[in-house]
């Protein structure tokens, strides 16, 4: 579980409530069954009358992978310029073949073992970097669905937050001519909509986007990353061109070092 995410979601909730607990002493005026059913009942209809089905269900999905923890990290960028460096060197002493037994040990991820088999098929450098770079490209936009679709959601939220305050409204107004007493409660009531159209807006659909989002855009940034690497690798240009080269990408708080790696074996 991602901590830092579980932290998050408890401390934005837990703020909000606590904040209401200790401005009234009936926070259950904030509790409305009839509103919070308008707004993602209404958010969900309009979702799924402009997005394919199979798309808005794959981004309530994803809006939970945000608790799963982040798999790509600092670290890992800096182990997968040694693992091409790896490659370049066993490159050198048995050449281009020597990397076949790699591509069995990589046949869970499709990008790195794309580019491994183009590698032993011939393809020069730039034909790897090219085909590489369009999977890159492709493969976030298809990962981006579910990302648009959320962003879509919070803004339909509050939306439907306000259709929702103004049914209140009607509903209050056509009610006027009886007790004047019961226009406030019913006015609280009416703006429970908007609330809770912002809170979910902003308190979990925008979040849930935001950092799925992110994510992907780390996960592209390793596959540029390896993209060059290994078109590199396929012109069979020297390790330490590798090192240099894919280090330019990286922060340099976590660059690769083949000397300091040589020296702690």
């Known amino acids: ?22 401005s009234t002493d009936n926070p259950y005026i904030f509790v409305d069954a009839p ?7 209404g958010t969900l209809a ?4 402009g997005q394919e089905a199979r798309y808005v269900m794959l981004a309530l999905k994803a809006a939970l992978s ?20 790896k490659w370049g060197y066993i490159a050198q002493q048995n050449g281009i073949v020597g990397l076949d037994d790699e591509l069995k040990k990589v046949k869970n991820d499709p990008f790195i073992s794309f580019g491994l088999e183009m590698i032993l098929s011939g393809h020069s450098g730039e034909d790897v970097r090219e085909n590489m770079l369009r999977m890159v490209d492709t493969t976030f936009e ?5 990302a648009n679709i959320l962003k879509t959601m919070a803004g339909t939220a509050p939306a439907f937050g306000m259709i929702g305050t103004l049914v209140g409204l009607i509903i209050m ?3 006027m001519g009886g007790d004047p007493k019961s226009l406030g409660p019913g006015l609280a009531v009416a703006l429970n909509t908007t609330l809770y159209g912002v809170v979910i807006a902003r308190m979990i659909f925008m979040p849930a986007a935001n950092k799925m989002t992110q ?3 780390i996960s592209r940034f390793r596959m540029e990353l390896m993209a060059e690497g290994m078109a590199l690798l396929s012109d069979r240009k020297n390790p330490r061109l590798i090192q240099d080269r894919m280090n330019s990408f990286l922060d340099p708080a976590i ?7 040589m020296a702690s074996q």
């Open 1 to 22: 579980m991602s901590i830092n995410s579980f932290i998050g979601f408890l401390a934005a909730f837990g703020l909000f409530i606590g904040s209401i607990f200790l």
């Open 35 to 41: 509103s919070l059913v308008m707004v993602l009942g």
């Open 46 to 49: 309009a979702t799924f009358l």
């Open 66 to 85: 945000i608790f799963t923890p982040q798999r790509i990290g600092r670290s890992i960028m800096n182990q997968e310029v040694g693992r091409v460096i």
């Open 142 to 146: 298809r990962n981006m669905v579910p």
């Open 173 to 175: 107004l056509d009610n």
């Open 215 to 217: 994510r992907n855009q």
């Open 255 to 261: 660059q690769y070092d083949i000397d300091k790696q």
